[in-house]
């Protein structure tokens, strides 16, 4: 079975430019979350989707970030526009249907903004 | 607030010891679960253990081992005989349900085997 799959693994940009990364869950897992995580420390939540619907998405800078799962399978994030303090690792993760249960996670996107 | 407490930053131990990895945790909820994931450099998490609020029961994995005790609020993890491939960051996290059980990590520790 293939696991959580993420692109691209590694992006450098300047500041000001758009970025999107892209996650594709694990077949039948409805629930997708996509995480931060900034060098040293842990991932942190920034949106929680069941199916197709974002039902935690209390964390999210809405100024320059943007989510979507269309269709309730692949999902994507969007920074517009990227700065500095953006550069981290972006990890997407799915849990299968009870929620309570183990998350699987993707390799993550490496940002760097020069 | 940090609701998951690893105190310990980094840790340095000799191939063949035993080294056990802090994990402090704080809910409000009767139902919640704790994690434990490897991060090793190649960053990719793999996830070690879940446990649930309702089963203190200590469990064992080969040369691992966890220790969840409700009183203290704590699931400390072991790994006995330590290899130099289990160095990496070592993350515990907690699921709360009034959160959608998304997982809140600690800060990790960073340990580090050597021959």
């Known amino acids: 079975e293939a696991g959580v799959v993420q692109s691209p693994r590694y992006k450098i940009i300047e500041k000001k430019q758009p970025v999107a990364f892209w996650c594709n869950p694990i077949s039948g897992h409805n629930t997708l979350y996509w995480y931060l995580q900034n060098l040293g420390q842990g991932p942190e939540l920034l949106i929680r989707?069941?199916?197709?619907?974002?039902?935690?998405d209390s964390q999210l800078p809405k100024d320059r970030f943007s989510a979507e799962r269309l269709k309730g399978v692949d999902s994507t994030l969007k920074i517009q526009p990227a700065e500095l303090g953006d550069s981290a690792v972006y990890l997407c993760a799915s849990s299968s249907p009870r929620g309570s249960g183990e998350q699987f996670f993707g390799p993550g996107t490496r940002l760097t903004v020069l | 607030a940090q609701k998951v407490t690893q105190a310990q930053t980094e840790i340095s131990v000799v191939e063949k010891e035993d080294v056990t990895l802090d994990c402090v945790y704080e809910t409000r909820d009767t139902t919640y679960y704790l994690f434990w994931y490897k991060q090793p450099p190649s960053g990719e998490l793999v996830f070690l253990i879940r446990r649930n609020s309702f089963d203190e029961q200590n469990e064992i994995s080969g040369r691992y081992s966890w220790n969840f005790q409700k009183s203290t609020s704590s699931f400390n993890f072991t790994i006995t005989a330590s290899q130099v491939v289990d160095s990496a960051v070592y993350f515990c996290?907690?699921?709360?349900?009034?959160?959608?059980?998304?997982?809140?990590f600690g800060k990790g520790t960073s340990l580090l085997v050597t021959p």
């Open positions: 989707y069941e199916n197709e619907e974002a039902v935690d």
């Open positions: 996290a907690l699921s709360e349900a009034n959160s959608g059980y998304a997982l809140n």
